[in-house]
């Protein structure tokens, strides 16, 4: 016998989870953009930390509809050296590290 396969969808198993993504550019002098994906809706901090974990800023804390997007950030009130953003959701936390070069 012959099957016929009227419709085929395939979801990405990738698409389905959140993701925190690398800032653009990295390193940088000024600013930089930091993107994430969000498999559901939710309310999102956004948080910067320098290298020995102390907390800077809070960059976002709002809600957000599922799907891709980005927040931009300057550098104007820091120095040069490594720094760490957190994004962190109800069911998602991820870590990145983002250089400053003046």
Same mark, same amino acid.
């Given at each position: 016998?012959?099957?016929?396969? &009227?419709?085929?969808?395939?979801?990405?198993?990738?698409?389905?989870?959140?993701?925190?993504?690398?800032?653009?550019?990295?390193?940088?002098?000024?600013?930089?953009?930091?993107?994430?994906?969000?498999? &559901?809706?939710?309310?999102?901090?956004?948080?910067?930390?320098?290298?020995?974990?102390?907390?800077? @800023?809070?960059?976002?804390? =709002?809600?957000?509809?599922?799907? =891709?997007?980005?927040?931009?950030?300057?550098? @104007? &009130?820091?120095?040069?050296?490594?720094?760490?953003?957190?994004?962190?959701? =109800?069911?998602?936390?991820?870590?990145?590290?983002?250089?400053?070069?003046?």
């Amino acid at each position: 016998g012959i099957s016929v396969v &009227k419709e085929f969808k395939t979801t990405s198993a990738i698409q389905m989870l959140s993701s925190l993504y690398q800032n653009v550019p990295n390193p940088f002098s000024h600013s930089t953009t930091i993107g994430f994906f969000l498999a &559901k809706s939710a309310n999102v901090k956004v948080k910067l930390y320098n290298s020995v974990g102390e907390l800077l @800023d809070v960059l976002v804390s =709002e809600n957000y509809e599922e799907g =891709e997007h980005s927040i931009g950030f300057s550098s @104007d &009130k820091y120095s040069s050296g490594t720094y760490f953003y957190r994004i962190e959701t =109800e069911n998602f936390v991820s870590t990145k590290s983002l250089l400053i070069q003046k």
